[in-house]
């Protein structure tokens, strides 16, 4: 339910550049399983991760965003300096995820141009929503664990 004296969210702005493609990333871990208590990660139960520079291989996460504490995956089990030097060298390939933008469905593609012609959004974005790159039938990409 929205408050009044909530806080506003943090937004931070990103473009399809800032997506990167870590599938092929996903071998040099020993560890998406469990956390560091050892009990298993369900990883669609969780609504919040937080990835800190300064703890490379540790991904803080929770299952609900009203949780006080963070839950914690140590993804490197091994964390000496040659493995974590080693893996650092092979995240310097890492690539976008997308080439191109994605398409989004005619049905979905409507709603922006509505919000346009109304002015909700702003003009300086009308040329983005107008040339989003439309599909004509509806494919369903969920994502799953």
């Not at 560091?36 to 969780?46: A, H, P």
């Not at 974590?84 to 994605?102: E, H, P, R, W």
Request: aromatic fraction near 12%; proline fraction near 3%; charge should be positive.
């Amino acid at each position: 339910m929205a408050t009044a004296n909530a806080k506003p969210y943090i937004v931070k702005e990103i473009t399809q550049s800032h997506v990167f493609d870590f599938n092929s990333c996903l071998a040099f871990f020993d560890n998406w399983k469990k956390k560091s208590t050892g009990e298993l990660v369900m990883w669609s139960k969780i609504s919040e991760v937080n990835i800190q520079a300064k703890d490379l291989f540790l991904i803080n996460y929770k299952n609900a965003f009203e949780e006080s504490a963070y839950k914690t995956i140590q993804c490197l089990r091994s964390n000496t300096r040659t493995s974590i030097q080693n893996l650092t060298k092979k995240f310097d390939g890492l690539s976008v995820a997308y080439s191109s933008l994605l398409p989004i469905d005619k049905n979905k593609f409507k709603d922006p141009q509505d919000l346009c012609k109304s002015n909700v959004i702003p003009e300086q974005y009308h040329s983005y929503y107008n040339n989003l790159k439309v599909i004509s039938k509806n494919t369903t990409g969920d994502i799953s664990d």
